[in-house]
């Protein structure tokens, strides 16, 4: 495996987690464990932030002349990523919509 292809598993690796990370977090909120709902959003986020940091790096590399092979697997790796923002932003709104749920079920 050649070194982008380790990059390009680094960002599909972090962002799936992130994901995995942000939909447990909505199944702890549907549940009323809003703490570690939070939580979770926190650490999907510390994923987040690596993966966009490795990305971040791609880019710095094409501004500078050293430009990378666009092959499908980078291309999934940036959807991927992608993809695990937007669950994130929806966990989010999700989890506000529970705990409004939670509070007028439990008046």
């Given at each position: 495996m050649n070194e982008m292809?380790?990059?390009i598993f680094e960002?599909?690796?972090?962002?799936?987690?992130a994901k995995g990370l942000a939909y447990e977090a909505i199944d702890e909120a549907e549940k009323g464990n809003f703490d570690q709902a939070e939580m979770l959003l926190k650490e999907a986020d510390e994923y987040l932030v690596q993966a966009h940091q490795t990305q971040t790096n791609i880019l710095h590399d094409e501004a500078n002349g050293n430009h990378h092979e666009v092959t499908?697997?980078?291309v999934h790796a940036q959807d991927h990523l992608m993809s695990a923002m937007e669950v994130r932003t929806l966990a989010d709104y999700i989890i506000r919509m529970n705990k409004r749920l939670h509070a007028l079920e439990n008046k």
């Open positions: 292809e380790m990059i960002i599909i690796s972090n962002g799936g987690t499908v697997l980078f």
